[in-house]
């Protein structure tokens, strides 16, 4: 990997012509969401791992490089196996990052996070993967950004 490119643990999914991240151990919900979110419409970057590349002032999300032509476009469904979906094979400049957490542990009005990738800030919010409204308040806040979301400009 060159210093512009780092290759992470996660699942990247395309929001539109967006990338958004899905980050948290194996088990906490990150492919149980996607695969809301894709039956919803979205398409699949990359399932487990992703590769960033910085691309002047921004972050692109894509397949890894050296990701096997057998696993590109599937995901890991737990208790189907390893299933095709709906894909994009390009590369999406990254506009959120969704930490995988527990409801419990989820502020009501949280302060803004970033993450810094490559040297540059990409906005982080938590979610419940599991709750019932975890895809639309993913897509709402796609759709807003967060500089419309109170606390966050």
């Known amino acids: 990997m060159t210093a512009s490119r780092l290759r992470i643990d996660g699942v990247a999914v395309a929001i ?13 919900g990150r492919s149980d969401l996607a695969l ?16 960033l590349e910085r691309r002047g002032d921004s972050v692109f999300a ?10 590109i476009g599937r995901i890991e469904a737990r208790g189907l196996g390893i299933v095709p979906v709906p894909h994009v094979s390009v590369a999406l400049p ?5 930490d995988m957490m527990p409801w419990p542990e989820i502020e009501r009005m949280p302060a803004a996070e970033q993450a810094d990738y490559l040297g540059v800030a990409v906005p982080v919010l ?28």
Do not use: T, Y
């Open 16 to 28: 539109g012509e967006e990338a958004v991240l899905l980050r948290g151990k194996p088990g906490s």
């Open 126 to 153: 938590k979610l419940d993967p599991f709750g019932p409204s975890a895809a639309a308040k993913l897509r709402l806040a796609v759709k807003c950004g967060p500089n419309l979301i109170m606390g966050r400009s």
């Open 94 to 98: 990254l506009s959120w990052v969704f």
């Open 62 to 71: 894509m397949v890894p490089a050296l990701m096997p032509q057998h696993l």
């Open 36 to 51: 809301r979110l894709i039956d919803e419409g979205a398409r699949l970057i990359s399932d487990e791992q992703v590769e």
